[in-house]
């Protein structure tokens, strides 16, 4: 596709249990990142891989939270025994690098009930 | 101190009005910095990058003063299309690293 795609766009979950957040990035963009947007908050940035780096992990809230990127490309955000403040809307970012933008996938829509 | 703080808002403004946003940010080495727009649960846009010098497009003006760590977004001529949250969003170094963003400033153009 032309932008960045997220699925599920939404996901709807009990607290407890496991949710998968899946981003696929942009053809060729070597730099993806995950940020959060809780209600009424600013964007919250939890991690981001730049090629074959280690990814910086520096953003994300506990050790509930963990990413991967396989192959350079498709990126999926776990969480762990969800919490109801996981209720957020996960964004997904990719870029070709500084300086060109971010571009932002649509997000998913968490909601831990 | 939060790393990039702005006024929240809402800036409520009659059309053909000019409006002005300012933010702050906390990092003396931050090295990029953007104004996004973001609209009612859309994902962030890029409205455009500032620079040193100060840069135009259109009816926006973006101008960064490094040495008192703020930086402004001007629209003139505001459009109904323009209300939107407006993000402040800072980049500590060159490179690919997370951008920091503001928690933005609500705009309501009124007709």
């Known amino acids: 596709g032309a932008g960045v795609s997220q699925s599920p766009s939404n996901k709807v979950t009990e607290k407890g249990k496991d949710v998968e957040l899946r981003c696929d990035p942009i053809?060729?963009?070597?730099?993806l990142y995950w940020y959060r947007q809780s209600l009424g908050q600013g964007l919250e940035f939890l991690i981001y891989?730049?090629?074959?780096?280690?990814?910086?992990k520096s953003g994300l809230p506990s050790d509930r939270f963990s990413a991967e990127r396989t192959g350079g490309s498709v990126s999926t955000l776990t969480i762990q025994r969800t919490q109801q403040e996981d209720s957020a809307v996960y964004l997904c970012a990719s870029s070709l690098g500084d300086p060109q933008p971010q571009h932002f996938g649509d997000g998913t829509r968490l909601s831990i009930l | 101190r939060k790393e990039v703080e702005q006024d929240p808002g809402p800036f409520n403004v009659p059309e053909g009005a000019t409006v002005a946003f300012n933010c702050t940010y906390s990092n003396s080495a931050s090295q990029s910095f953007f104004w996004y727009r973001q609209d009612c649960r859309k994902e962030p846009k890029l409205l455009m990058s500032v620079y040193s010098s100060g840069n135009e497009d259109g009816r926006f003006t973006a101008q960064l003063n490094r040495a008192s760590q703020y930086i402004s977004l001007l629209i003139r001529d505001s459009k109904l299309s323009d209300s939107a949250t407006y993000l402040c969003v800072v980049r500590a170094n060159s490179g690919n690293t997370p951008l920091v963003f503001g928690k933005g400033t609500r705009l309501s153009v009124i007709a």
């Open positions: 891989f730049q090629g074959n780096s280690a990814p910086d």
């Open positions: 053809s060729g963009h070597t730099a």
